[in-house]
C-alpha cells in the first residue's frame, strides 16, 4: 500500500510518501520524506506565530508534495491511501494542510484518513533504527513519553489505537520550556537544539574542562528546581523552571556584572548554564516515566516528539531504564531516528496505515466531509 502522508501542525511543512505492507508486524519503506522548515521565520520572535505559520504552509505545501512525489518516483495514480493531521496544533496550520490534503482526495478520488499528530508521534517510534526497515511487533502495554514544543504527555499505550493519558503537563511543554530558557539566555530559537549544543561543550570535553565548569557552577550556584519530580502524579510543570532561569539570571547580573561583559572572554558561564537547564527538564522526564513504566508493568518504553531528538535525553533513558532503583524488568526501549522525532509526513503516514487496519471503513466512503481539523484533539 502506498500512502502520502500530509502534516502541517505547527512550523514544518511535512510531506511523505511510504509503501506500507502486513498486519501484525508492519514493515514501512519511506519512500520521500520532504520537511520544509520555518525556523527562518519564526526565530526573530522566538517562537512561532501561528499566522505567519500557515502563509508558509501555504507557500510550501505544494512544492513539498511535487518534490516527494519526485523523490518516491510515485505518480499520484499509485497513491492508494492519504493520510492528513487534523489535530492537535495550531488552527491556521492545521486548516492548510487538512483542505490540501481534501483537494488532492478529492481531485485524485483517493480515500483519505485523519490522523492525530501525537498518535503519530508514538508510531514513529516503531520505525526502529533506520529510516528503510520493518516496523517491530508491539510489545505491550507501553508508556509512551511525548515531548515536543506544544505537548508533554505521559501516555499508557495498551494497544496501538487503544491510549489513555496518565500525566501530561500543567502548563509549558518541555520543548516550549527549552525554547524560553533559551530567549533568555538570548540564544535564538528554536531553543532545544541550541541549549543541546551548548551543553555539549561541557559534557562532550576533558575532563579538566568538566572540572572547571563544575567549580565555576558552584561558585555561581548554577542550580535549577526539578518541578513535581517527587510528587506522586505523572503530571508536569515546566512554567516554574523557566521562572527560575529568569531569576537566576537576575541574580547572577546583580552579583556578577563582569559575566555579562562580552570584552571578558575569560568567562563563559552560558554552557554551564544550558547544562543546568537541560539536565534539570531531563531528570523530571526521566524519573517520571520510568516510575511509570513501573506502575503500570510496561514491556515497552517509547520516547517521542521534537525533543526526543535531544542526545543526552536518549542517552540517560537508555542508562536510567537499567538503574535497579526503578526496578524496571527487561524492557524494550523505542525512540525514532532522530529526523522522525521533529514534525514529518512519514509518521502520519505510518499512523494512516495502522488506522485504516484495524478500521478499514475509516479509509472508506464519504469520508471527505467528516475530516475537520482540530486544534485540541485529544489522543
Ligand atoms: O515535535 P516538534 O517538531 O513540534 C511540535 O509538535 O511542537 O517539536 C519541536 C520542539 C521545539 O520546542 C524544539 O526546541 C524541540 O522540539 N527540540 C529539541 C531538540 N530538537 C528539537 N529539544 C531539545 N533538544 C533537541 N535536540
Ligand atoms: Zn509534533
Redesign the pocket.
Known amino acids: 500500500m502506498i500512502i502520502l502522508g500530509v502534516e502541517t501542525?505547527?512550523y514544518?511543512t511535512g510531506v511523505a510518501v511510504i509503501k506500507a505492507s502486513g498486519k501484525q508486524k508492519p514493515a514501512f519503506e519511506i519512500l520521500s520524506n520532504v520537511v520544509s522548515s520555518q525556523i527562518k521565520t519564526h526565530a526573530p520572535f522566538g517562537g512561532v506565530v501561528p499566522n505567519l505559520a500557515a502563509r508558509d504552509h501555504l507557500k510550501n505545501i505544494e512544492p513539498c508534495l511535487k518534490t516527494a512525489l519526485r523523490e518516491a518516483k510515485v505518480e499520484p495514480k499509485k497513491i492508494d491511501l492519504i493520510a492528513v493531521t487534523n489535530g492537535p496544533g495550531l488552527i491556521p496550520c492545521l486548516l492548510v494542510g487538512v483542505n490540501f490534503a481534501k483537494a488532492l482526495a478529492y481531485a485524485w478520488k483517493k480515500p483519505i484518513i485523519a490522523v492525530n499528530?501525537l498518535e503519530g508521534?508514538i508510531i514513529a517510534a516503531f520505525n526502529g533504527k533506520f529510516s528503510r526497515v520493518a516496523g517491530s511487533r508491539f510489545a505491550g502495554p507501553a508508556v509512551a513519553l511525548l515531548v515536543?514544543?506544544?505537548?508533554t504527555q505521559l501516555v499508557l499505550v495498551k494497544n496501538i489505537g487503544n491510549y489513555k493519558i496518565i500525566g501530561e503537563t500543567r502548563d509549558d511543554a518541555a520543548?516550549?520550556c527549552?525554547?524560553k530558557a533559551a530567549k533568555l539566555l538570548e540564544l535564538g530559537y528554536?531553543?532545544?537544539?541550541i541549549?543541546?549544543t551548548q551543553a555539549a561543550q561541557i559534557l562532550n570535553s576533558k575532563s579538566e574542562i568538566r572540572n572547571k565548569f563544575k567549580i565555576q557552577n558552584s561558585k555561581f550556584k548554577i542550580k535549577l528546581p526539578r518541578p513535581m519530580i517527587n510528587q506522586k502524579n505523572y503530571d508536569f510543570s515546566f512554567s516554574g523552571l523557566k521562572t527560575a532561569v529568569l531569576y537566576l539570571l537576575k541574580d547572577l547580573k546583580q552579583k556578577y556584572p563582569f559575566l555579562y561583559d562580552r570584552t571578558k572572554k575569560d568567562i563563559n558561564i552560558i554552557p554551564e548554564l544550558c547544562c543546568e537547564v537541560q539536565q534539570a527538564i531531563i531528570d523530571v522526564l526521566i524519573n517520571k516515566t520510568l516510575c511509570a513504566a513501573k506502575e503500570y508493568k510496561v514491556k515497552t518504553i517509547i520516547l517521542s516528539?521534537?525533543?526526543a531528538?535531544?542526545?543526552e535525553l536518549r542517552k540517560q533513558f537508555q542508562k536510567q531504564i537499567q538503574n535497579t532503583k526503578y526496578q524496571i524488568p527487561a524492557t524494550k526501549f523505542l525512540v525514532p531516528p532522530r529526523n522522525l522525532c521533529?514534525?514529518n509526513g512519514a509518521m502520519i503516514a505510518m499512523a494512516g496505515y495502522f488506522a485504516v487496519k484495524r478500521d478499514p471503513d475509516r479509509g472508506r466512503g464519504n469520508s471527505l466531509s467528516k475530516i475537520k481539523a482540530d486544534a485540541n484533539l485529544r489522543i
Open positions: 501542525s505547527c514544518d499528530h508521534h515536543s514544543g506544544g505537548h520543548g516550549e527549552f525554547d528554536p531553543g532545544g537544539p541549549i543541546a516528539g521534537g525533543v531528538a535531544n542526545e521533529t514534525d
